[in-house]
């Protein structure tokens, strides 16, 4: 590639990758090239720069391509995206050849070419529609031009930019030492988007761990908790979605990772980052296991994180096995070793003036003093043994850090214990990192040492929040601060 060819391509890259919203919107000229989505729309919100890779097929289109390598938008003529909305003329047949014979191989015309006739204001102007001129020698004969080609003889082939999948790379490098080279990929020649005959519905069956983390770490960081980020789409997830929705009145379409990317890039960074172990981290204090028995737990001095890898799961709001999927081999207990993380944001602010604790739902909702949705988590409220209240209760204290006293007579009776135990403190404690004492004796919200069966198992009566809920929660309320418990 010439040094010339080589600046006029990264300039392109450039642009392509630098539109604003103002530019996308402005009324295109034939000549101009607009980008447009999947769906044939024109794309009005250009992805933060970063978010995307641009990327040239075989027939010289620019594709953007998402962090997951799907192909989200195109770049096409002005004249093709009028024509497919129904306001523009047909094309010139003489514009179709002209395509051809830009198209078609330098050999086929001699290798001749002037750089000149690719800059601004070369092109003539030919009744609205630009043309690109011809070399000199064919220049006096339309006939010279090889002639357009037959639609029905493409190829159609399973992977295309419609779908929304990755076309399969080959080498056009040229020659060993042409590094710089922009990268080509197999596709098929766009025509025009399908028209859809009714509504697409989300495919989440089909959305990678990657994608639907992303979306949990989204909804994370609004205060719409789903629970362990694992990369699943599951009961807490969609109970989110639901809150998500009566809080905004939007339904997000998980299959919509366009739209998750976006809002993620513009609102504390893209879902995943890094982070690097530290020597505090490795050195704990972490304890070997944690017994199930209160009475042997009561023998402990705390009960603290049994690894590094679980206490940096929790500190991420993640599920330990999909910590190590995203590390595999990684070596946890090394200080200096950097780790794949999910990009959590910064804990709720406000105050929540009033708390549901929706038992059929498994989920508490915190209201601010307007009756607005402020947080909601994922729970684990009582059980058919061990029922929580029923009706209104409210906050007496909170406690962070808290020990456990075990009284069977007043409690539960765990095993063969029969006496009353002091259980120490600690994340993997009976009641997790916080408690939030309620009036009803006995009862609080609090939370876990197992974030991940929140929402799929029974408690004793209580309200159970992961950790990281638990103590977001506690920031937000106050004693007097009504609970209200629907069956």
Known sequence: MTQIARLRFAAALLALSALSVPQALAAPRDGDMVVVDTD?????????????????????RRLLIDAWDQVIGFEIPAWQYRQQQGGERARPREW???????????????????????QPGSWDQDDGFPERPLPPRERSSRDAFPPAPDTASIERRDLNPMTGTVPTERDESGS?????????????????????????????AQLSKAQVAALQVYLDRNGISPGVIDGRMGSNVNKALDAWFEETGERIDPADTDLIVRRLAAEGGLAFTTYTITSEDASGPFVASIPTD???????????????????????????DYLKALNPGVDFTRPGVEIKVVNTGVKKTGKVARIVADKARKQVRGYDSSGKLLVAYPATIGSSDTPSPSGEVTIERVARNPGYTYNPKVNFKQGDNDKILQVPPGPNG????????????????????????????????CVRLTNWDAEELAGLVEPGVTVSFLD
């Open 96 to 118: 179709e050849r002209d395509r051809a014979w830009n198209r078609a191989p330098r050999e086929q015309w001699g290798g001749q070419w002037n750089d000149s006739w690719d």
């Open 40 to 60: 044939g729309r024109l794309m009005r919100d250009i992805p933060e720069a970063g978010a995307v890779r641009v990327v040239v097929d075989t027939q010289g």
């Open 430 to 461: 009976p009641v997790g990192s916080i408690w939030i004492a309620l009036s009803k004796p006995t009862y609080g919200i609090h939370g876990t040492p197992e974030p991940s069966k929140i929402g799929k198992t029974a408690s004793h009566g």
């Open 294 to 320: 209160y009475a042997d737990k009561a023998k402990l001095e705390r009960l603290s994180y049994t690894s590094t890898l679980e206490m940096l799961a929790e500190r991420f709001h993640m599920d330990e």
């Open 176 to 204: 060993a030492g042409d590094t710089d080279m922009p990268r080509v990929i197999e596709a098929p020649r766009f025509v025009e988007p399908a028209m859809k005959t009714e509504p697409l519905q989300p495919k989440t």
